[in-house]
């Protein structure tokens, strides 16, 4: 590989520096006990219980049995790609509008991700856009909750109950969103979140697996957690299955029990906020905000956004992103890179080239990857802009001041 392929950036060295008049999420909101719950680990030597403490306080929060602590969401995931245990060459179905995350732990068990166009109009699949993807090597239904707008999952269930697969959620972009009253995170048979430090409940790095289901839990932590080793007597530790060593750390486990603390303000004022923001967006002529079904009765919004129409303006989306964020719309950019059938080219290789396990078998059949895959969630990209400075710290006042920026913008571009 060439030295100088730019690297991807993350978390607050893609975030901290950007410019603008409204807030950027960094410097982070620490929960006041921050401080406190890390000073406990080091004065315990690190024999302090609060990744345990964690994990029970999370789960009693989202009224779910089980949280397994990870260092982050792409290795819960993957972790629960493990512990499913399907054959190499089974499908997933997966959203199409999501990051690298959610299907990195699909790629490394070689199963093969199937990503279902996006519903019209939104950013997130739903049972009409899933059901023609089904096959008989389809296992399992891994839903994206996409900028916190959480998918329309009672038709996703009733569709995988009939045709017996598995439904989990990965919530990353939705921690503590509601859809009719119930948490994301609750509405499958298990869920991954992210902690990173860009994240709502952001931690620095981490994650978690929860779920109700005790068997699945008790398989989790032993993959995940145990690197899927066992005791036997007069040998010591063997390694029953190929595990991982994905604990999270107790410095994470004390920054993030302390963001819990804060978390369901910190979350109501982002409800508050983006309905407000996006019905100032509404106003503007050709501009189209995320649309909030009603099902969703809490939007913890992590990203806000609005389709521009292209019959409305002079120029491209890129253009308008590129204006917005001069005029002050902090981190103001297209997002094509999130459909994930086009931002795989070593996927697209593997499939194109038969690749293991694309080869037949395990493969039941062809595979191609591209954006043409799902035209219209490519469609959609095309013309949404989306900002990645959303926080907490929004007031009506930035509400008022990110309306008049795009308004300006769109004014400036109208035929
Ligand atoms: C939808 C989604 N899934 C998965 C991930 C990966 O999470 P993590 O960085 O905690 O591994 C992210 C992070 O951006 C995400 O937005």
Known sequence: MSDRVERAKYGAAAVAGLKGSLPNPYPRTIGPNALKYLQEVLESGLTSNIMMRFEQAFAKEMGVRHCIATPGCTPALATLASAFAFEPGDEIIVSPVTDYGTVQGLIRENYIPVFADTAPGTINLSAETIAPCLTDRTRAILTVHKTGLVCDMDPINDLAKKR?????????QAVFSEYKGRLAGTLGLAAGFSFDSEKT?????GGCVVT???QLAERIRFIGHSRGGQMQPNFGRIHAVPGYAHRMPSCTAAISLAQLEIIRPNVAQRDRM???LADLLAEIPGITPLPIPDYQTVYS???AGFSIDPAAFRCSADEFAAQAAKAGLTGAGTGRYYLMPAALPFLQ???????YPYSTPPASRTYAYSAETCPTAKAFLETFIRWSTFCEKYEPEHCALAAQIVRQVADANRI
């Open 301 to 303: 919004c992590w990203m």
């Open 201 to 205: 409940m952001g931690s620095d790095v």
């Open 274 to 276: 983006i309905r407000l």
């Open 164 to 172: 017996g697969l598995i439904v989990y959620e990965d919530v990353c």
């Open 349 to 355: 290789d593997r499939a194109q080239n038969r690749v």
């Open 212 to 214: 109700n289901d005790d």
